[in-house]
């Protein structure tokens, strides 16, 4: 099996309190090319997480103290939900399908193999990176309309319902000269090269209906 290692930025969050699971993870993961950070108790990683966190977590779903669910639960209101793989022993299968309802990737029952592991591990690397590249599309779609407008965006819906420069400056009792200066921003401001473009990007978007 061969896996994709994670990109330079993502590190693979391992939290359980049986140190030579820990470790043994530790070891896999690093000899795969994966950057490691261990913590021996859900407190200890809530002291050191923040939203900025990128990678995935391992966690072991029954930890003295706070449990591996508990901290899934916590990070999702500090708004630091990274993808979720839980480690579950005899008997802690109803706790991993909770937490599967709450938004974990996956579930993984000792001994597991370790193909089987690297393969939830990438998985969840995956999904963060997607999710990460989705975030910055949108922040991206969101600059590019706060520079617009009130009157540009009112050209702009009436760009996608299909009226022509004429027929903008006729609705909007402005001059043509004026419309065209308006569609020209509007081009430069979402970043494309045309007028399909432009409403292209207004219906992706939901600029309008």
Known sequence: MSELPAAPEQIVHIVDDDEALRD????????????????????????????????????????????????????????????AVFITGHGDVPMAVSALK??????????????????????????????????????????RLEHLTQREREVLVLMVQGLTNPEIARRLFISLTTVKTHVSNILSKLNVSTRTEAVSFALQHKIVD
């Open 24 to 83: 043994s993870l530790v070891w896999m993961l690093e000899s795969h090319g994966y950057a490691v950070s261990a913590h021996d108790s859900a407190e200890a990683f809530l002291a050191v997480c923040s939203p900025e966190m990128t990678g995935c977590l391992v966690l072991d779903v029954r930890m003295p103290g706070m449990s591996g669910l508990e901290l899934f639960e916590e990070l999702g209101r500090r708004h630091c939900a990274l993808p």
């Open 102 to 143: 709450k938004g974990a990737v996956d579930f993984i029952e000792k001994p597991f193999a370790e193909a089987d592991m690297l393969r939830l591990i990438e998985h969840c690397l995956e999904r963060e990176r997607e999710g990460r590249a989705r975030r910055r599309l949108e922040a991206d779609t969101v600059r």
